[in-house]
């Protein structure tokens, strides 16, 4: 695998289809907004909010105040949830959506076919569902493991409880604890590396159905065939893409750092200022943002069609 040729070659393609990096900012803000919402946060929330002995203090009040709100927290916090697992999907879809967009994109570009905005979208959008189906199945396993950990946290503090209620000793309560906790702590190991593969798992699975036009299954024993083949290449691929992310994010750092310092004053100063400039500030982070994710996407996407042409 050449790799200075693809990432050499990831770099043309993400500065040169600039459209790409509309879809990489909605991939960004439906994953969380990364740094984006910080800014937004740090500007916006007053400072005591940000302090959660004031949060709980002042929610603590209102409940002793307002009993019909306290008549209605349950209503409030299940339409909270709703809302929140509403939020989550259309995330998941954006960013599945960016990535069938940007695939096809860069598909296009190395089969010297005209590069659209139209075009990849009409090429990206019918990969959704797939890519969809591919999710559900390759992160069931990490699914399994996060509810296995969720249902010992769930024993752990329920038995806590029990035991030193009865018990009416620290110690009778903090040993349920801390048995939970042994009993969490190889799970705890296993959950990063785990979630680390099924990532890079998923993302070479929508780039194999997106070329083969493959089912689910069959693209998820393709991917894994290939896997199994080219580890070796693709970890590389990973580590190099993880220190890319790594410098940008110190980068990003030691730049943001002295504008945080300067911008902490304005708060101060009238909304419509605070406003303007919170607005600036986070849409020049999601460009850099949208730019990495670009540019990362392409990559994966070079990685595999160097991995399928160099079997």
Not at 56 to 69: F, H, K, Q, R, Y
Not at 74 to 95: A, Q
Not at 174 to 180: D, R
Not at 238 to 243: A, F, K, P, R, S
Request: hydrophobic share 60%; proline share 4%.
């Amino acid at each position: 695998m050449d790799y200075g040729r693809f990432l050499s070659r990831s770099w043309q393609i993400t500065w040169r289809y600039k459209f790409l990096w509309l879809w990489s900012g909605l991939a960004v803000l439906g994953t969380g907004g990364g740094r984006v919402s910080g800014v937004l946060l740090h500007l916006f929330i007053p400072t005591d909010w940000r302090n959660p002995d004031f949060v709980l203090a002042e929610v603590e009040a209102t409940l002793a105040t307002s009993t019909l709100l306290l008549e209605r927290m349950g209503s409030v916090l299940l339409w909270g949830v709703l809302l929140l697992f509403l939020l989550l999907i259309v995330g998941w879809l954006l960013f599945a959506l960016a990535e069938g967009v940007i695939i096809r994109a860069v598909l296009d570009a190395e089969d010297e076919r005209p590069v659209t905005a139209t075009h990849a979208l009409r090429g990206g959008w019918p990969l959704l569902g797939r890519f969809v189906a591919i999710d559900a199945a390759v992160f069931f396993p990490l699914f399994l493991l996060l509810l296995l950990m969720l249902l010992l946290l769930g024993g752990a503090l329920i038995g806590s409880i029990i035991v030193g209620t009865r018990q009416q000793t620290t110690g009778g309560f903090l040993l349920p604890l801390g048995v939970g906790g042994l009993c969490l702590l190889p799970l705890l190991l296993l959950l990063a590396p785990l979630g680390l593969l099924t990532t890079v798992f998923r993302g070479l699975a929508f780039r194999d159905t997106a070329v083969y036009q493959t089912g689910v299954r069959d693209t998820i024993r393709h991917t894994w065939t290939l896997t199994r083949a080219h580890l070796g290449p693709l970890l590389i691929v990973t580590g190099l893409l993880w220190g890319v992310k790594t410098l940008f994010n110190v980068a990003l750092s030691m730049v943001t750092l002295p504008v945080f310092t300067f911008l902490l004053p304005l708060v101060t100063l009238p909304r419509a200022f605070v406003l303007v400039v919170s607005l600036v500030a986070a849409i020049l982070l999601l460009l850099l943002q949208a730019i990495l994710h670009t540019f990362t996407a392409v990559t994966w996407t070079m990685a595999y069609l160097s991995v399928i042409r160099n079997p």
